[in-house]
């Protein structure tokens, strides 16, 4: 989970940025930190990239990760996982940069204090938190030191915890190393002195779909509003309703300053539409280059689920060994057969039908999304159709959710972008 982010300090004197309390602090090679007022304005810049080597952030019109930091603020944290009770944290609002065109930054001021009196870390409004002499800070992109995921429910089938995606919850972590009061005014005085972030989460999105895999090409698959009927007459796609549940390698909480997972996490999922079916909808998958072969071109037409662009799933992993190996992360699949003049009930798990969809070759690397692409044939939906419950329109019928057999080969594929 290495993904570099760095945040550039522009050098004092050379943009007139910086300032100081008194005059010659430093004397010879070594800095003697004198007691006065150090302040800077921070350019926020990184690099776009795959590779651990590059600087990816924020998430762009395709879904993929840019070189735009995702948040309006950073945070400057004590260097501790808030158990002592006196976490410190003080919320720096990003601004435009003059010196810099186009870049966004922040502006921070550092006051050292006198004899053993520590240093306080102010923000442009004058907000301020104090450290002690031998006290540390982080720079971090989330405002708490422990994060914690919205659990709401149970999964129907394995008894998992599941949890719902939350904004502001399930957002980017980024977090820096550790700071110490000497650290940072030796950084604040360097020609281009940076701080870099590591990235501690990963994205997911889906694209799930019911199409002619039986008939067609390994690549290509083609269902639409008009021959949908020639597949499974007397129906149409808003008949059936699904969600999804991700995981289990999800976790409940995650210490973000000592980037770990308490043992006794269990693992956990995550599930679609805040949990509620919805009506499958026409989705569309073409990609190229999208394995080892460059020249392959997946053209894959649907109905089902697809994750939206803003929508992407983003949380830290639960690597722990108790939970599962990371190449049993599953997709479950939930669909019902509710066409017009049944009763339509979208939070209830009655009627169900449900299928595992296993996903190889997922990896722990952070700084991806994990593209998650699965066709299954339209004839699977059959079974649902022929359920008696289904058939008759009734409220005889199964109260837990049933397995569905599939009788057809599935298409996955996993990229990570």
Known sequence: MKKIISILLIACGIFSACSSGDEDFFKGDIPE?????????????????????????????????????????????????????DHKVLTVPLKEVVFCDGCRGVHLEMEVNEGEGGYTIRNSKGESITLGEDEEVYFSSYPEAYWHADKVYESPVTGSDVFNQTEGVNEE???SETYSKEDLVNLLQQ???QITLTRHCTGFRTTFMFTNVKYSGEHNYNVSENSWEEYLPGTKPSDFYIKLYLGPNFCHDYDIFNNTVPTTDQGGYYVTNNNEYEPLEQVVYTTSGAT???????????????TETGNILMAPLNLNEHVGDIHEFSIYVFIKYMPE???????????????????????????????????LDIHELENIINQPAATGFTRVGWSEPRELKLKYPVKVISIEE
Do not use: Q
């Open 292 to 306: 080892s072969d460059p020249t392959l071109v997946y053209t894959y037409w649907g109905f089902g689920y697809g």
């Open 341 to 375: 003049g049944s009763e339509i009930n979208t939070t209830s798990d009655e009627n169900s039908m449900w299928l595992r969809v296993p996903i190889p070759d997922m990896t722990d690397l952070a700084n991806r999304v994990h593209n998650l692409i699965v066709a």
């Open 191 to 193: 020609g281009a002195p």
């Open 173 to 175: 972590l980024l977090k």
């Open 33 to 85: 930190i004198a007691p006065g007022v150090y302040s800077c304005d921070l350019v926020i810049s990184s690099e776009a990239g795959k590779s651990s080597e590059h600087v990816t952030r924020g998430i762009d019109g395709l879904g993929n990760f840019t070189n735009e930091y995702p948040s309006n603020y950073i945070y400057v944290h004590s260097a501790d996982n808030g158990e002592g009770g």
